[in-house]
């Protein structure tokens, strides 16, 4: 008797982005082909167009590509040249309640740096708090900016922290803050954490100030796990966290939004230099493609990816000159779709 | 002391107490003879203070920052050679804005479940400490300094902070200045450290900062730290707690009281001293053979004070 089983694919809105986008998305494709994942591509390009109204606003076809199915990867896009023209990571992140980012540093074995044994998280909350833009200037020569934490966005942030905690079989969540000084705001931060932590006793919750956290930090990593906070501190932490694996190139980043919607993304720049030479190292958005994966569910998959991908950079036989290398980005593409095939 | 009378440094100490008292009117306050003692002399020397009991009680800390205005916190961090940490070559300094910014302490409840807090940013402290800086990189034979900030989010703020940077360093063509994101500093500090040298920034930007930055050399145990107040008032102190698990042992580590001496020494000028006896507590932790517990050695406190005062005869 045959059992058939139905491979579903899953649709996937993939936006290449510019600069070496093209190229690198091109790689996670072949990969994805070779490594069988049941993945179906729909490109979409974002360049802010102007709605009626007035009102910048992403391209409707990539809107709804992406409302339907609910999962993005993204390249890096460059920096608008016009004048007035919003930043297309911010215009993301508002038309699709992207509130947070998350990003997992781990050591990548044969990409050298001074730290061994790094397996952090950082989830950071990307809607409001210091980044909130409301500023004024009250007399001249004296300017303030305000910080704004809610209830809701600090709620929300953290059961994000802690469901992806249990998810991920992770041990602890680490709240880092400084309501020791901001009382009133970290407080509340700080306060609906512990209300959250109370429904996850099977996760360890612990408390730490950001200067500390900092200290630490490079004194010892491995001392982390799980690191939930508001947004500048978070926006501090995951690029001091990349740093400490070797930076923006080998770093994987999700964003998380409202209605079931995750777009994921390499975080490093556009590299205009090198474009369309075959020379990027599309490790960080393949990393980025393998946190896609788990947050489908498709395990098998990314383990497999990520490992053929770890194997090739421990090996040093095929790397991108980023890496320490001379290979093209084909021929590391190519080796680690052969190391794919090889783990089947 | 013993180091400093070892190195014939030309200092006479007097010693005074901070703890807080109320005075008239119920404001606290730290007691008048210390504060007549540090108006006088202009310089301080001061340990670890523990954190008040009482409820009600100020901060120390803020206390002394407030009555001597110490508007900037300079802290040199550099490598000890013998002291293990992932990275070699550590040589740079922050100096950090310590009077407002997200520290101004104004809080509200909006409505119920949204606070804000509110950061200050003046035209007169960011240039106040741009100017610091200048001159701290010119007497300490420094050759850049470099903005940190997020004027590409907090536009007006550190908008602000950014351009008062600009404006002193037209008056200091001797000095290179570069302007760098705190996310950017961030991300390449912890990849290559000697890329930077003397670091100025905001309140929140350099507590973050001046905590990575004594992690990158070997933690709060061996960084020195200085306050620069008003008025010519200096304020030189160790950083790190007060063991009160090991007060009183001979087990305690001098160094960051020392370092931070040091420090005190070079800003008096009395550059000679200052440079002896940090030889002399350098060369002592690079031998490795008398070293207190948390340097990785089992000597007490008198021992390496010792050891640090034999070096420093030496060197006459």
């Given at each position: 008797?045959?059992?058939?089983?139905?491979?579903?694919?899953?649709?996937?809105?993939?936006i290449p982005g510019d600069g070496i986008g093209p190229e690198i998305s091109?790689a996670v494709?072949?990969?994805?082909?070779?490594?069988?994942?049941?993945?179906?591509?729909?490109?979409?390009?974002?360049?802010?167009?102007?709605?009626?109204?007035?009102?910048?606003?992403?391209?409707?076809?990539?809107?709804?590509?992406?409302?339907?199915?609910?999962?993005?990867l993204k390249g890096p896009l460059k920096t608008?040249?016009?004048?007035?023209?919003?930043?297309m990571n911010?215009?993301?992140?508002?038309?699709?309640?992207?509130?947070?980012n998350?990003r997992?540093c781990?050591?990548i074995?044969?990409y050298?740096?001074?730290?061994?044994?790094?397996?952090?998280?950082?989830?950071?909350?990307?809607?409001?708090?210091?980044?909130?833009?409301?500023?004024?200037?009250?007399?001249?020569?004296?300017?303030?900016?305000?910080?704004?934490?809610?209830?809701?966005?600090?709620?929300?942030?953290?059961?994000?922290?802690?469901?992806?905690?249990?998810?991920?079989?992770?041990?602890?969540?680490?709240?880092?803050?400084?309501?020791?000084?901001?009382?009133?705001?970290?407080?509340?931060?700080?306060?609906?954490?512990?209300?959250?932590?109370?429904?996850?006793?099977?996760?360890?919750?612990?408390?730490?100030?950001?200067?500390?956290?900092?200290?630490?930090?490079?004194?010892?990593?491995?001392?982390?796990?799980?690191?939930?906070?508001?947004?500048?501190?978070?926006?501090?932490?995951s690029d001091?966290c990349a740093g400490?694996i070797g930076g923006l190139g080998v770093t994987p980043s999700g964003n998380?939004?409202?209605?079931?919607?995750?777009?994921f993304e390499s975080v490093h720049g556009t590299a205009p230099d090198i474009a369309?030479?075959?020379l990027a190292n599309p490790t960080a958005l393949l990393l980025s493609a393998?946190m896609?994966?788990?947050?489908?569910?498709?395990?098998?998959?990314?383990?497999?990816?990520?490992?053929?991908?770890?194997?090739?950079?421990?090996?040093?036989?095929?790397?991108t000159k980023d890496l320490?290398?001379?290979?093209?980005c084909?021929?590391?593409?190519?080796?680690?779709?052969?190391?794919?095939?090889?783990?089947?």
């Amino acid at each position: 008797m045959f059992i058939i089983t139905m491979i579903q694919m899953q649709t996937v809105t993939l936006i290449p982005g510019d600069g070496i986008g093209p190229e690198i998305s091109a790689a996670v494709m072949k990969i994805f082909e070779a490594a069988k994942a049941p993945i179906r591509w729909e490109e979409r390009n974002v360049t802010a167009i102007k709605g009626p109204g007035g009102r910048w606003m992403i391209p409707p076809d990539a809107k709804e590509s992406m409302d339907r199915s609910k999962i993005g990867l993204k390249g890096p896009l460059k920096t608008p040249i016009a004048a007035g023209h919003p930043s297309m990571n911010l215009l993301l992140r508002k038309t699709f309640d992207l509130y947070a980012n998350v990003r997992p540093c781990v050591s990548i074995e044969g990409y050298k740096t001074p730290y061994t044994d790094v397996n952090l998280v950082t989830i950071r909350e990307n809607t409001e708090g210091e980044y909130s833009g409301i500023e004024h200037v009250i007399v001249d020569g004296v300017v303030q900016s305000i910080k704004l934490i809610t209830e809701e966005a600090s709620r929300r942030i953290a059961e994000y922290a802690f469901e992806y905690a249990r998810n991920n079989q992770r041990n602890s969540v680490t709240a880092v803050h400084k309501a020791n000084i901001m009382r009133m705001s970290d407080g509340l931060f700080l306060r609906k954490c512990r209300e959250v932590a109370e429904n996850y006793k099977d996760i360890k919750f612990t408390e730490m100030y950001l200067d500390t956290v900092c200290l630490n930090m490079v004194q010892d990593p491995t001392q982390f796990d799980v690191l939930v906070m508001p947004n500048l501190y978070g926006d501090i932490l995951s690029d001091l966290c990349a740093g400490l694996i070797g930076g923006l190139g080998v770093t994987p980043s999700g964003n998380i939004g409202a209605n079931g919607v995750a777009i994921f993304e390499s975080v490093h720049g556009t590299a205009p230099d090198i474009a369309g030479m075959d020379l990027a190292n599309p490790t960080a958005l393949l990393l980025s493609a393998v946190m896609m994966l788990r947050h489908m569910g498709l395990h098998d998959h990314g383990n497999k990816i990520q490992a053929a991908c770890f194997d090739t950079i421990r090996d040093k036989k095929v790397l991108t000159k980023d890496l320490g290398g001379n290979s093209k980005c084909s021929e590391f593409t190519d080796e680690i779709c052969r190391r794919v095939k090889d783990l089947e």
